[in-house]
């Protein structure tokens, strides 16, 4: 059974990241990527994992027309049992072609698209964009044999927005690599606090509320240090921000990285401030390397961390509460070990790769039959 993964790009985010994780752990599926536009920072990745890639590399965000052309050329010589889109123009190109030649198409649901967060950190022209995007989001929804939620919180809503039947969409959480993570104490710094975040640094993943929290913190704690990994368009700006507030000695920006399990497990807790959110893969990461989490309470995070179980919640937006979730973190070590000890557990329940690449399978082995 031949599966072609269709990505917008691969750029590092974190649909693409789990996908190059899941891949090899398919026994049953040949599994194909194309990428529409152009941006291939993890192409070298896939391709050292075995995973053979077909690189488009379209010029401009959207060409739809030479994109559905181009993606309709290499189905009919690739000839895939089922197409896969993962992120939202991918999926408008694979509505398309399945609507006009029939190829099985299975949709991804990703993040909650239609949260009004999202508005509030958009120009009035991005949000004119968004707007257009989720009018045919709506117009072709129907367009999709079946569709994979990674969240319970994404499924109910994408079904209420685009009107999709909730029996024609599937929770299907992402994975990780536990063995990635059997070493999680070896590297752990011993001459300072380190809170770690990992994503890209863009304003819906809530650094700058996490950069103002941690001024306050290390002004009380100064052994505490802030490791920012992630690369992103708010990169000069959160510069800026640390030079003003004076923490070039504390706060690191890392940039994108390819050792993240070795990052985390030298930091001690893990925060995601986000805004609006998908379900992180550095969350599972965290989970997975023993670190109790810190996360704004919007209810995509709030559905993985139990409240003083795996790690605590603060309201999103809300500075003072994570600056004092973070003290608490900092003056609670032993309390917040034993959160990430219980972490780990709920991970490997949850998030093992192996375990949600069976499902996957599962899932193309029903359709296919079909």
């Known amino acids: 059974m031949k599966v072609l993964f269709v990505l917008d790009t691969l750029e590092v985010g974190g649909a693409e990241r789990s996908l190059l994780e899941m891949i090899p752990n398919f026994t049953k599926v040949e599994a ?34 030479k994109a559905i052309m181009l993606v309709r050329e290499i189905i009919v010589n690739e000839k895939p049992d089922i197409i896969h889109s993962v992120l939202l123009r991918s999926s408008l190109i694979c509505r398309w072609i399945h609507y006009w030649d029939g190829i099985k198409h299975i949709g991804s649901f990703v993040n909650d698209s239609y949260v009004r967060e999202r ?12 707007k257009v995007f989720q009018y045919l989001d709506r117009f072709t929804a129907s367009w999709c044999n079946h569709y994979v939620a990674i969240t319970k919180t994404i499924k109910q809503s994408n079904a209420m927005y685009l009107r999709v039947p909730l029996d024609k969409i599937s929770v299907i959480y992402r994975g990780r690599n536990p063995d990635n993570y059997t070493n999680i104490n070896e590297t ?51 510069e800026d921000l640390i030079s003003e507030l004076k923490l070039n000695k504390s706060v690191f920006l890392k940039g994108y990285r390819d050792d ?30 023993s670190r109790p989490i810190i996360a704004s309470n919007i209810p995509v995070l709030a559905e993985n961390i139990n409240e003083g179980v795996n790690g605590i919640l603060f309201e999103q937006g ?44 599962a899932l193309y082995e029903k359709l296919f039959l079909q």
Not at 42 to 47: D, I, M, Q, R, V
Not at 209 to 215: E, K, P, T, Y
């Open 318 to 361: 809300n500075i003072d509460q994570l600056t004092s979730c973070m003290e608490w973190m900092y003056l609670n070590r032993n309390k917040a070990q034993e959160m990430g000890k219980r972490g780990r557990e709920i991970a490997k329940n949850k998030f093992d790769v192996r375990v949600i690449a069976k499902q996957y399978e």
């Open 188 to 238: 752990l710094q011993q001459d300072s606090f380190v809170f770690i975040n990992v994503a890209r640094l863009i304003i819906r993943k809530g650094q700058s509320d996490l950069i103002h929290a941690f001024a306050k913190v290390v002004n009380k704690f100064p052994d505490c240090k802030l490791w920012l990994v992630g690369d992103g368009p708010s990169r000069f700006k959160y």
């Open 119 to 130: 508005y509030k950190v958009l120009s009035f022209l991005n949000r004119t964009k968004l």
């Open 32 to 65: 194909l990527v194309l990428h529409i536009y152009k941006g291939d920072t993890l192409k070298a990745s896939y391709e050292t994992a075995g995973i053979r890639v077909i690189s488009l590399n379209l010029v401009g965000p959207y060409n739809f027309q």
């Open 260 to 289: 993240i399990p070795e990052l985390i497990t030298s930091s001690h807790c893990f925060v995601m401030p986000s805004h609006f959110e998908g379900l992180g893969g550095s969350l599972i990461e965290a989970m997975f390397a």
